[in-house]
């Protein structure tokens, strides 16, 4: 689910789900707090309207910020896709590789008896918590586009 020039993420676009029957991400919001917290909120819409919000807080440091915008990403795509799948941020982590920032998302999908472990990453120099956010879309891109499609 990479974002698109208005904000909006992927997801429905393959196997017959069409253009509109997408989600899209509309806002992040990320606050690092006094207390030694940090707070982040993901909010996705989908194309209907409905928007599905997930949070998450954190300690204030480079893992826990990402680990904390991850998770509010996997929390709102949770409130999509449940009761039929269930998703799990297995890990979070911010790499250099050639001369950027790249964060890199692992998360589990667990689907009637299965499960699979995805992958997902995102190039963000300028605010690595909000590229852990779209990691974790890019991560689940091919695989909600399936699920919306066979809903």
Not at 58 to 85: D, F, N, Y
Request: proline residues 3%; charged residues 25%; contains cysteine.
């Amino acid at each position: 689910m990479g974002e698109s020039p208005e904000g909006g993420g992927g997801g429905g676009g393959g196997g017959g789900g069409g253009a509109e029957q997408r989600l899209r991400f509309k806002d992040f919001e990320f606050q690092r707090l006094a207390s030694g917290r940090c707070r982040a909120k993901v909010v996705l819409t989908w194309s209907d309207g409905r928007q599905f919000q997930g949070e998450s807080d954190g300690v204030i440091s480079q893992a826990g910020e990402l680990r904390c915008c991850a998770e509010a990403t996997v929390r709102a795509l949770e409130r999509v896709v449940q009761p039929k799948m269930g998703l799990e941020l297995l890990g979070v982590k911010a790499v250099r590789a050639f001369d950027a920032t790249v964060v890199i998302v692992s998360l589990s999908a667990r689907q009637e008896s299965r499960a699979s472990r995805l992958v997902g990453a995102y190039l963000a120099e300028a605010d690595p918590p909000r590229g852990a956010a779209l990691a974790v879309l890019n991560a689940t891109n091919r695989i909600l586009g399936n699920f919306f499609a066979t809903r």
